[in-house]
């Protein structure tokens, strides 16, 4: 018991002086910066130095220098209460594309605001360049890398339209949608009704016989065939656009 106690002692103090050290960096750059955060006179942009501390951070921890922040809830002439000393930041959670929140604070006089502001990274995303039904192959000609807000793109995304190669639309698409993965699938390498060589490996036994699938089918699904020679249901994996495997 001593011991995992002391175990979680050092976890805790572990995690306050990180704490502390990222409320020291956030200080230490609102001081770099000339102009004071608070009492600020007309026409100061308050929210614009608090924008060059959040990106600053942001960079810190490794994020893409193509980056914006804005504060949607607040006005052009927003400005922070009197504060005798630079007031500290204090993040809400890690830094992230979208939606954040930070706590600033000052200790003399004492004084607590939460602001919230949204951090847009920008970066190239795979569109359509036209409109597609479902089940459509996607071509090069169909697709173009755009710079957009990927903070608003919670699915997930494409940089590269050679990343689509072999894929295909699972349902139908509007100009301009900008790709990820629950919208597209591998291309169908059997379709229903089709002819196929019905593959049985096991230990000391290999057959092939032939078979008709009972649904389309891409690389790495499993599909219904029906066995010509038994008559018999069975699923088998799409291996090729000629055979399926039973495992």
């Not at 959040?54 to 980056?67: C, D, F, H, Y």
């Not at 007031?87 to 930070?102: S, Y």
């Not at 089918?217 to 029906?226: D, S």
């Amino acid at each position: 018991m001593t011991f995992s106690s002391t175990l979680h002692l050092s976890i805790v103090e572990n995690l306050t002086l990180a704490r502390r050290q990222v409320v020291y960096f956030l200080s230490l750059l609102l001081c770099l910066y000339c102009s004071p955060l608070t009492g600020a006179e007309p026409g100061t942009d308050t929210t614009g130095k608090l924008q060059q501390v959040i990106l600053a951070e942001w960079q810190r921890l490794g994020g893409s220098e193509n980056a914006e922040v804005s504060f949607p809830a607040l006005s052009g002439g927003f400005s922070l209460p009197d504060c005798a000393t630079e007031p500290a930041l204090n993040f809400v959670r890690h830094l992230q594309p979208g939606r954040n929140g930070v706590e600033v604070s000052c200790s003399d006089p004492f004084w607590q605001q939460f602001l919230a502001f949204e951090l847009h990274v920008f970066a190239p995303v795979v569109v359509l360049q036209e409109a597609l039904p479902a089940d459509t192959e996607l071509r090069p000609e169909h697709l173009q890398a755009v710079i957009l807000d990927t903070s608003e793109l919670n699915q997930g995304y494409f940089t590269e339209p050679e990343d689509l190669a072999g894929m295909q639309t699972k349902r139908p698409l509007r100009t301009g949608t900008p790709l990820s993965e629950d919208m597209v699938r591998p291309v169908n390498l059997i379709e229903r009704g089709q002819t196929v060589k019905v593959l049985l490996n096991k230990p000391g036994i290999s057959i092939v016989v032939e078979g008709v699938a009972l649904s389309d089918g891409y690389a790495g699904e499993r599909i219904r065939v029906r066995n010509l020679t038994s008559g018999k249901t069975l699923y088998a994996e799409v291996v090729s656009s000629q055979v399926v495997r039973i495992q």
